[in-house]
């Protein structure tokens, strides 16, 4: 028997420590159809229109953010850009607008 044989477990406990995960493209679709009309009447992401300010970037980072709602949802290639196409014409240059000055990560 050698004098490590690697990690054990004790308690039967095989929770992961990394937190939430990023949600798959199917899952950020049906989400984000759920979630729009909460998002749409959010006054925080509505101050996206004036400014991409620090109330705006907190907003964009509760929803896509680590722990948000639609976490990991921007790193669907295209999905953002789909999702877009869906709100109304004279909304997107804003919302690309707040996407990109918020920098959120994938």
């Known amino acids: 028997s050698p ?3 690697g990690p054990t477990t004790t308690g039967g ?3 992961s420590i990394q937190g939430p995960k990023r949600l798959t493209r199917e899952e950020c679709e049906t989400k984000g159809r759920s979630l729009l009309s909460s998002i749409s009447s959010d006054s925080d992401i509505l101050s996206c229109a004036a400014s991409v300010s620090d ?3 907190r907003a ?3 929803q896509l953010g680590k722990g948000g709602p639609l976490y990991g949802c921007n790193c669907h290639g295209g999905f953002v850009q789909e999702a877009v196409q869906q709100a109304p014409e004279f909304v997107r240059a804003v919302i690309y607008e707040a996407l990109a000055g918020c920098s959120v990560s994938c």
Request: proline fraction near 0%.
């Open 55 to 57: 109330k705006c970037c």
């Open 60 to 62: 964009v980072r509760r």
């Open 13 to 15: 406990s095989s929770q």
């Open 3 to 5: 004098a490590f044989s």
